[in-house]
């Protein structure tokens, strides 16, 4: 895949995931009666609506924003976590396979985001001889 086409990926899937989140945090964090009655069909407690809005709001927040990767590493596995639970809360609670899909498709964007991130975005890896240092010394010599 070439460099343009690499970049198109990454934004169009990392532009739709923070958008599902935004507005999907903003819509937690509004608690309005259709979210609390799904809040309540999935045996969640009200307040954790809340939650579940900031913190979909912050990762979409630190997804779009430049630098800090490692934050963005931690908002790609919250929203992994965040995607697989409620694909599993609706496949318990007996829904539509398609509310069940749904987060799962969200996952595979997530995944595409992810996997097509600029080296910009991306941690920076530790010098192997420094990783190799670490995994070979070990804690008490006898």
Not at 73 to 93: K, P, V
């Amino acid at each position: 895949m070439n460099d343009k086409a690499r970049t198109i990926g990454y934004w169009v899937a990392t532009g739709l995931l923070g958008f599902a989140f935004a507005a999907g945090g903003l819509g937690d964090l509004s608690r309005s009666p259709e979210v609390m009655e799904g809040m309540t069909h999935l045996g969640y407690p009200a307040y954790f609506a809340t939650i579940l809005g900031a913190w979909k709001v912050l990762g979409a927040v630190a997804l779009l924003v430049p630098r800090f990767p490692r934050l963005k590493e931690w908002a790609y596995a919250g929203i992994i976590f965040d995607l697989t639970g409620a694909a599993a809360s609706h496949a318990a609670s007996g829904d539509s396979v398609g509310k069940v899909i749904t987060p799962l498709v969200l996952v595979a964007i997530a995944a595409a985001s992810w996997a097509l991130r600029p080296e910009s975005r991306k941690l920076a890896s530790a010098p192997k001889h420094e990783a190799e240092a670490r995994i070979a010394k070990p804690a008490l010599a006898i």
